[in-house]
Structures are given as C-alpha cells and as structure tokens.
C-alpha cells in the first residue's frame, strides 16, 4: 500500500461548525504533514508531526487543530473557521523528515 | 527575500524540446531538494529527488544541484504535451527548522504539439 488516504475529499461548513479531516497512511512513515493550498499558490506547510510528536507548527491559528492519534492517522479539527481557510487541505507522509512526501488527494474545504 | 524561488513563467516549449525549470534557496544548511509535478486539481506528485551537488538523472529529467551556488534545477528532455503542469520546487529545511519543506511558487509549463 502505497497510498496516503484523506476523507473526506470535499467539503462544506459553515463558520460555527466543527468537523475534522482525517488522513490514513499504511507505509510505515513516520513522519505526517498538514498543508493549506490555495488556488494558483503553492502549498503552505501547516504542521509536522515525526513519531507521532508534534514537531512543526507554522503559527497556525488555533482554530485548526491537528492530531495524531497512532503512526498511521493524522486529523486535523476544525472549528470557528472563516471563509478565508476555503483552501485545499493537503496531507502527506515521508520515512522520515526531509525525505520524500507522499502527498494525499487532498480535501477541498469550501467554509460559507 | 523568499526562501525559495523559482524562474517566473508561464514557460512555453514546443513538443520534443527541452525545458529549463530553476530555483534558489535562501537557507545554506538546506539537506534536501525535491521536483513536484502538479497537475490543475491534483496534489503534487514527485518528479525528482537530490541530495547531494552534481546532477541525477531519471529517464527523460535530470535535476542538477549546487549547494554553493544554493541552485537547483530540472531539466525536462523531449517535452510532451503530457508535461504540462505546474513544477514546483521543494526545500528541506535542516538546523533548528528540521522537517520543514518549504515550496518554491511553481512554474506553470505549457508544451504544444
């Protein structure tokens, strides 16, 4: 398995929900990575987690909340987001930090 | 100055020949360099890895690095239309900022038939 799975692909919320996007990895990686894409931008690393500890955080609000439940799941909760966060949520895996990323399909998050 | 730039496009190379992608990197103790392709829609795919100054080649790419210089670039041989996509450019971070992969803006590539 060669995959990084993110669920779900698309979705919707308005700004007092609170949902969460998860990631799923089976490579033995150990390293899990949340970035936030914009259209027509690059992606903007959001958090690095490396053996499961939270190691990166690019200054993100607080209104994003990663976890990493297990080597394998990487969440990111969401809660009181703004329209401006609509973006692409991409996940990604590496053996280790500065190795290769395994990037997910991403999950697009339109926030009304 | 960003941390990692790329040649401003769009390019636009015709079908059989070679495009020349290049990046900079402003942070010295960078470990290592990575080439994504993307696709509109799509997440960023690896085109190329390389760690170490001189050139690696990989079928029809070739990505050279000169840390000295802090360069990088990828050369795309025989372009097909198929290669028309977004490259980006992609810095591993060491030091105290270990684990942290910084993107370059990316370069739009249009090859026509």
């Known amino acids: 398995d060669t995959e990084v799975t993110q669920t779900p692909k698309h979705l919707v919320m308005g700004m007092t929900n609170k949902k969460s996007l998860k990631c799923e990895q089976h490579m033995g990686h150990r390293a899990m990575y949340w970035y936030k894409q914009k259209a027509k931008k690059p992606p903007e690393l959001m958090f690095v987690y490396s053996y499961e500890k939270l190691s990166i955080n690019e200054s993100v609000p607080s209104r994003f909340s990663p976890e990493c439940p297990n080597s394998s799941l990487l969440n990111l909760h969401l809660h009181a987001l703004q329209p401006e966060d609509s973006a692409l949520y991409l996940c990604?895996?590496?053996?280790?930090?500065?190795?290769?990323?395994?990037f997910g399909a991403g999950s697009r998050l339109t926030v009304l | 100055q960003k941390e990692v730039e790329q040649n401003s496009g769009p390019l636009s190379v015709p079908e059989g020949a070679i495009a020349s992608l290049n990046c900079t990197y402003s942070d010295r103790v960078s470990q290592s360099f990575f080439w994504y392709r993307q696709y509109s829609g799509k997440s960023p795919e690896l085109i190329m890895s390389?760690?170490?100054?001189g050139d690696k080649e990989d079928g029809r790419f070739t990505a050279q690095l000169n840390k000295a210089s802090q360069y990088v670039s990828l050369l795309i041989r025989d372009s097909q239309p198929s290669d028309s996509a977004t490259y980006l450019c992609?810095?591993?971070?060491?030091?105290?900022?270990?684990?942290?992969?910084?993107f370059g803006q990316g370069t739009i590539l249009t090859v026509h038939p």
């Open positions: 990604a895996s590496s053996q280790d930090p500065l190795n290769v990323l395994t």
């Open positions: 390389i760690y170490s100054n």
């Open positions: 992609a810095v591993g971070a060491g030091g105290t900022s270990y684990g942290k992969l910084t």
